[in-house]
């Protein structure tokens, strides 16, 4: 039984541990031939699948990967049994004479940790500031299909988009729900170099087997369309997170009061139901920042509409809510 997990330095308690240590590429042979090698151990190919030597082809796991967009300055090391597969027929088609020159990725990777899918693809929002991109992003948490539905499932979706053209950067899932389905929507908006609108709109399939009306795709899109048009003002629980710590804020539940109860955020909370905000809003200061929040903040959001009409002008909400809040909950056991 695993009691602790020691280090160099320091030994910490634990009764599970997630051996995530990654893989390395094997360039031994290459270098032994004198290929070019990348930073990142993986070893140099053209679009064709060549290596400095064009005589000698690679690909697969050993291969420093393109980025689809030429932003990121450095090729990728992605170990990805689909990009082998998709690099193993480019590399057959030049052999052949045939020039269909591979695109790149977006290092799109999603596995499934118990009963949790993650997923991710394109930019993160800390990998877009380090490339001195002005980006927006938003967090989205909600059910993949209706509620009564077999199978339904939350899902948390954040986007990254960019500030200056709207066009979408990254996205990030995770959740019980088919995060695979939004995750490839993600995946092919980025590489047509969809914008926000675009992506908002999508026709995509409906039915309640397998989707909301309005997809969550859609839906955090529109949000992150809300945010960059000045209507939402929403802030990450990060960011939540460290002016709860630093103090001076007013936290708002606008939850019904059998939610209150359940489950909460483990602070001094002040708790006004949302349809009883208008004729209670005198309860709250003026003079403090005000970030409201519900179960999944679509209240909190119309709480912040609310209090800007009744002359606030320092409210926003947390993204996610309660079910998007990755700290500790107060629950009432």
């Known amino acids: 039984n695993l009691t602790a997990v020691k280090t160099k330095d320091n030994e910490y308690p634990a009764d599970l541990a997630i051996v995530a240590i990654g893989v390395q590429p094997n360039n031994e042979l290459a270098q032994k031939a004198g ?5 990142n151990r993986g070893i140099m ?12 082809y690679a690909g697969g796991d050993c291969v420093a990967t393109n980025y689809v967009y030429p932003v990121m300055g450095r090729p990728l090391f992605t170990p990805q049994g689909s990009t082998a597969n998709k690099e193993g027929r480019v590399i057959a088609n030049h052999i052949a004479g045939l020039t269909e020159p591979f695109p790149g990725v977006l290092g799109t990777v999603i596995c499934k940790a118990f009963e949790y899918n993650i997923g991710r693809t394109g930019l993160s929002e800390r990998w877009a ?11 989205w948490t909600g059910p993949d299909r209706p509620h009564y539905m077999p199978g339904s499932g939350p899902l948390a979706i ?3 988009v960019n500030k200056k053209n709207r066009k979408l950067l990254g996205c990030q899932i995770v959740g019980p729900g088919d995060a695979a389905k939004r995750l490839d929507i993600a995946v092919t908006a980025i590489t047509l170099g969809a914008t926000l609108e675009q992506l908002a709109y999508l026709d995509l399939a409906y039915a309640p087997p397998y989707a909301l009306p309005i997809d969550p795709i859609n839906t955090a899109a529109h949000v992150l369309q809300n945010k960059l048009d000045g209507l939402a003002k929403g802030i990450s629980p990060l960011v939540a997170k460290k002016k709860i710590d630093e103090g001076n804020v007013v936290l708002l539940d606008v939850r019904t009061p059998w939610e209150f109860e359940e ?12 349809g009883a ?3 209670k809003a005198q309860e709250l200061p003026k003079d403090k920042e005000i970030l409201a929040f519900c179960k999944l903040s679509l209240r ?4 912040q509409r609310i209090l800007e009409e ?15 809040w990755p700290f500790e909950l107060r629950t009432n056991q």
């Open 129 to 139: 500031r380090d490339l001195n991109i002005d980006v927006e992003t938003v967090l």
């Open 277 to 279: 905000l208008r004729s």
């Open 35 to 39: 290929l070019a090698i990348a930073p």
């Open 158 to 160: 954040k986007l990254i």
């Open 45 to 56: 190919v053209n679009e064709y699948g060549q290596t400095s030597d064009p005589d000698i």
């Open 263 to 274: 489950v909460g955020l483990p602070y001094d909370v002040v708790h006004i139901p949302l």
């Open 310 to 324: 009744k002359g606030f002008d320092n409210v926003c909400f947390i993204e996610g809510g309660v079910i998007g």
């Open 300 to 303: 909190g959001y119309e709480a």
